[in-house]
């Protein structure tokens, strides 16, 4: 890709390019568009193996990545033409799934779904204009644990022109745990023991693919750090001490701003978190989900004080389609563990495939309603979970009878979280909702484009070993 600075096409101001320009030494800066087109952009991907030496590893593990920058983290404008082009590389066939962008449907990245997989050598140029700004990511749709414990994400920034200036420095912290040993090799991505309780965890942790980085910010300057969870087990509890830092967008989009610390941030979930740098001294943020908090990076704040500025730290109100609730249609969702269900079984027969093969030759642990997916593959599709009609507006209640948590992602929509009886959880906007043990959790939103939408928990473990299914929009 060509390389001339992203921050020239940004609505950022000088300072700010200037405290990115310092930063950079540290943290490898957002990856510039490689070229644009009108007030669009066009990218490579080009999934390949590229090894790469992980914080205190004695050699190259070998990573699945998009380009050079690990993590390579893309920035577009809102509704401006994109252009993805995937290459496939690798030796396993692949997709791209834009993780909470509302594309069309053909867009989605969804392997037999939306679109034949890409092969070995083949590409596939993904093509939409980013209906809503945000914080956004991407990843492939099969072989989900090995991709991903190899490090094949990327993020997606869709700026907003409305924020010009709002922000000095404006920096992605993308977490994620590697199962990496001290030669480099990596352990098991997945397990069964793992699998079927909380997922299997990584023991190497990092921010931006390093141990602790560190950003230098300058005194005052308004800080806005857009926190990706690209781990597919580790649910973080941000921390961040004393600082009143606020969160102002979830999965994205613009929330009214509430305390960062205590919110935590499931597989695949973001929080963009704002707030002034101190006069001195260091912003850590932590994982609190831990005996004692875990540092995951630090923001060093040094140099001359910025000019104060008065332009809020809360984000322009997200505009996203609301739904009706008070027509809204009900579902029940149950996120159980993993059982027979005597549809299932017809539909095998009917299709040719065992229910034994669905049961014992691939791995169930869960289940969505007593329906567990076959297996990790999307090529033979079971019945949906509910059908629903394009602009209704529904409400999904998510039950959650498992002792452990799921965050459930929805493709395709962006939902409103009505929360649940026994917390409080902040009204908001999301893609992904974390449902705690026992928990019935409220969303609803309007039915968009037609097509078969996965909704699935974002433990790849559990989504692959059956906690998935698909709303069909028609
Ligand atoms: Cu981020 Cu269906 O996935
Ligand atoms: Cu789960």
Same mark, same amino acid.
């Given at each position: 890709m060509v390389a001339p600075t992203p921050h020239l096409r940004s609505p950022i101001g000088r300072r700010r390019f200037l405290a990115g320009a310092l930063a950079a030494a540290v943290l490898p800066a957002?990856?510039?568009?490689a070229r644009a087109e009108g007030a669009g952009v066009r990218v490579a991907l080009v999934a390949r193996e590229r090894p790469r030496l992980l914080p205190g590893c004695a050699a190259p593990s070998l990573l699945w990545t998009? &380009?050079?920058?690990?993590?390579?983290a893309l920035r577009v404008a809102r509704g401006a033409p994109f252009a993805a082009t995937l290459r496939n590389e690798l030796a396993d066939h692949t997709t791209v799934h834009w993780h909470g962008v509302r594309v069309p449907f053909a867009m989605? &990245?969804?392997?037999?779904?939306?679109?034949p997989p890409v092969l070995p050598g083949e590409s596939f140029t993904y093509r939409f204009a980013p209906p809503d700004p945000g914080t956004f990511f991407f990843h492939p749709h099969c072989n989900t644990m090995e991709a991903l414990g190899r490090g094949l994400a990327g993020v997606l920034v869709v700026e907003d022109?409305?924020?010009? &200036?709002?922000?000095?420095v404006d920096r992605v912290v993308a977490l994620k745990d590697w199962r990496v040993r001290a030669d480099g090799a990596f352990d098991a991505f997945s397990t069964d023991t793992g699998a079927a309780r909380a997922g299997t965890f990584g023991d190497l942790r990092t921010a931006n693919g390093r141990r602790v980085p560190e950003i230098a910010v300058a005194p005052g300057d308004r800080v806005r750090l857009r926190i990706? =969870?690209?781990?597919?087990t580790r649910a973080p509890l941000l921390d961040f001490g004393p600082v009143p830092a606020?969160?102002?967008?979830t999965d994205g989009n613009a929330c009214t701003p509430f305390r960062a610390t205590g919110w935590r941030l499931g597989p695949a979930m973001r929080a963009d978190v704002a707030f002034v740098a101190p006069p001195r001294g260091t912003v850590t943020l932590a994982?609190?989900?831990?005996?004692a908090p875990v540092p995951l990076a630090r923001i060093v704040v040094a140099g001359a004080p910025a000019a104060?500025?008065? +332009?809020?730290l809360a984000l322009p109100p997200a505009e996203l389609p609301v739904p009706d609730l008070r027509r809204a249609e009900t579902l029940e969702m149950a996120l159980l563990a993993g059982s027979s269900d005597p549809d299932i079984e017809k539909w095998a027969r009917e299709t040719g495939m065992s229910a034994d093969a669905l049961c014992l030759s691939r791995r169930i642990f869960w289940s969505i309603n007593r329906r +567990?997916?076959? &297996?990790?593959?999307?090529?033979r599709l079971p019945p949906p979970l509910a059908e629903l009609k394009r602009g209704r507006s529904y409400v999904l209640e998510l039950? =959650?009878?498992?002792p452990h948590i799921h965050p459930m992602h929805l493709h395709g929509h962006t939902f409103r979280v009505?929360?649940? +009886?026994g917390r409080t959880v902040p009204p908001h906007w999301a893609d992904t909702v974390l449902v705690e043990p026992k928990e019935r959790m409220r969303i609803a939103f309007v039915a968009g484009e037609p097509g078969d939408w996965m909704f699935h928990c974002h433990i790849i473990e559990h989504q692959e070993s059956g906690m998935m299914g698909y709303l069909r929009v028609s």
């Open positions: 957002v990856a510039p568009p998009y &380009g050079e920058d690990w993590p390579l989605d &990245g969804v392997p037999w779904v939306t679109q022109p409305r924020d010009a &200036g709002r922000f000095d990706v =969870n690209l781990d597919p606020m969160v102002i967008a994982d609190g989900w831990a005996a104060a500025s008065r +332009a809020p +567990a997916w076959p &297996g990790q593959g999307h090529e039950f =959650n009878g498992t009505l929360g649940t +009886a």
